[in-house]
């Protein structure tokens, strides 16, 4: 069994990275806001907005922000490349030391095959990352380590919102028929509301996940404290049994008149 908390580190690390540049590309627009051209804050008329203007500062302005959320994107999806890297990573790690310990559902090649797989292996992890904390957690209360129980709520509304998120991308807010009267009735624009929905559900399903990844290696670190002190013990006991063996041995020797061995001899 090895250890994996500095694995466990790295991938928290990039998850932080992550929600700090989602975050920051979600508020660029308002600050577009503020520098006052409303026009710019629709993604498709954005260049069109800053050709046509008579202001050289606006220009400047505009192609700044152009730069600035052009330079942004590229360092997000970074973030997510390297994230993904760490994380399989980590993944492997995690199941294989599982493994040493009890059964799981899935084996670490599997668990990463299936964890990669375009857009559902992102739901399929909901399933895999379950199995690893069910099998943990039962593993740790059978040995009486278990200090915490795992928050499996906060993991099943990261699930739900994950769908919700999907329903959002996929899904016309104009052919919801009971919305749209809701949205009339209030005077509202659902397109709108779609669409604040689903930035912050971007920011919120990162945050629901790191709660849930925290929880799981801080007992993933503990098991391993445990297995590291029961195996030293295991250890101890093996070489302090040895001694003992080799001393009723010694004993019997010399109560029949007999030379030590030189093993003892040497000790």
């Known amino acids: 069994m090895q250890d994996n908390t500095k694995r466990a580190k790295r991938v928290l690390f990039w998850m932080k990275v ?21 026009a ?9 907005s800053i050709m046509s203007s008579t202001s050289g500062f606006w220009y400047l302005v505009g192609g700044l922000m152009i730069i600035l959320r052009m330079f942004w ?11 993904c890297i760490r994380y399989l990573s980590w993944l492997y790690r995690a199941v294989s030391n599982l493994r040493l310990l009890t059964t799981t559902s899935f084996s670490p090649v599997a668990a990463v095959l299936l964890t990669c797989i375009p857009f559902f292996g992102y739901f399929l992890n909901y399933f895999i990352f379950s199995d690893m904390v069910k099998r943990q957690e039962r593993y740790m209360e059978q040995h009486g380590v278990l200090k915490e129980r795992f928050p499996k709520k906060i993991l099943n509304v990261w699930f739900i919102a994950s769908l919700v998120l999907l329903i959002l991308v996929f899904v ?22 779609f669409n604040f929905g689903e930035k912050t559900l971007i920011l919120i399903i990162p945050i629901l996940y790191i709660k849930s990844f925290s929880a799981y290696i801080k007992q993933e670190r503990e098991l391993f404290q445990f297995r590291t002190e029961e195996l030293f013990n295991k250890h101890v006991d093996e070489v302090i049994r040895e001694r003992e063996i080799l001393r009723a041995a010694e ?11 030189p093993m003892n001899q040497e000790e």
């Open 73 to 83: 994107i590229f360092a997000l999806l970074g973030a997510i490349f390297v994230f």
């Open 251 to 261: 004993k019997l020797r010399k109560s029949r008149g007999l030379e030590s061995s």
């Open 172 to 193: 016309d807010p104009d052919q919801l028929g009971l919305w749209k009267i809701v949205y009339t009735m209030i005077d509202y624009d659902a397109s709108g509301a």
């Open 40 to 48: 710019i804050l629709t993604e498709f008329d954005f260049v069109q």
């Open 18 to 38: 992550v929600i700090v540049l989602l975050f920051v590309l979600w508020f660029i627009p308002l600050s577009l806001f503020v520098f006052g051209s409303l």
